[in-house]
């Protein structure tokens, strides 16, 4: 069954409650809807998901036909639908967080950003009218401190998000309004000094496993 249109997360004031997690909101856009969050991950968790992607990292690609681009120059891999229990534990969590069932979900994503790597601008979800299962929401988990640059950077809403350990970025660009869809267009910033690790989950508006 098709993901409504309107859908919103489930939060209490400040927080978005799971079943093992409170998670703080502590910064907010609604139009359109972009979560600062807090709590999303345990330093431990990080940790774990670094050294499980480390050896299966490669050049990172873009777009349906998975192409190498100077758009983006970090590394990359995707976890295994629940391919073991700390990865099933966290995508149960982020489902509940992002308020999509797990069956919209794709493969968790895992990037690796060296001194000097990006994303430039861009959006999440196809442009083309002829994706029938467009994505609609985005988690961007960040599993380490950057020591310079390295923000998720909103040039149309001048707005960045500096990388945080366990804390994430909620965005979605479900809307009927396409202008709001586009101010979601956005950037992995080039990191300065440092590296920076990120998770990414993307849902679907219908089922995709």
Not at 43 to 71: F, N, P, T, V, Y
Not at 186 to 191: D, F, I, L, T
Request: overall charge negative; some cysteine.
């Amino acid at each position: 069954m098709a993901v409504k249109e309107q859908s919103i997360l489930n939060s209490s004031g400040n927080k978005i409650k799971t079943t093992d997690k409170e998670i703080r909101i502590v910064g907010k856009i609604d139009q359109p809807l972009i979560l600062i969050l807090e709590n999303v991950l345990s330093h431990a968790e990080c940790d774990a998901l670094i050294a499980l992607a480390q050896s299966r990292l490669q050049r990172a690609k873009i777009g349906k036909a998975h192409q190498e681009s100077d758009i983006r120059t970090s590394s990359s891999m995707f976890f295994e639908e629940s391919e073991n229990e700390s990865i099933h534990t966290v995508e149960s969590r982020v489902s509940e967080l992002m308020n999509i069932p797990v069956s919209h979900a794709e493969p968790l994503q895992i990037l690796h950003y060296k001194a000097g790597e990006q994303y430039r601008p861009h959006y999440d979800y196809f442009t083309s009218d002829h994706v029938a299962n467009n994505r609609i929401s985005t988690l961007v988990m960040y599993l380490n401190d950057v020591e310079e640059g390295g923000e998720t950077y909103f040039p149309s809403l001048h707005f960045a998000v500096t990388p945080k350990k366990g804390s994430a970025v909620y965005f979605e660009y479900f809307y009927n309004d396409h202008d709001l869809n586009e101010r979601t267009l956005h950037a992995g910033n080039p990191v300065s000094v440092g590296e920076k690790w990120v998770a990414t989950q993307w849902m679907r508006r219908q089922s995709h496993r």
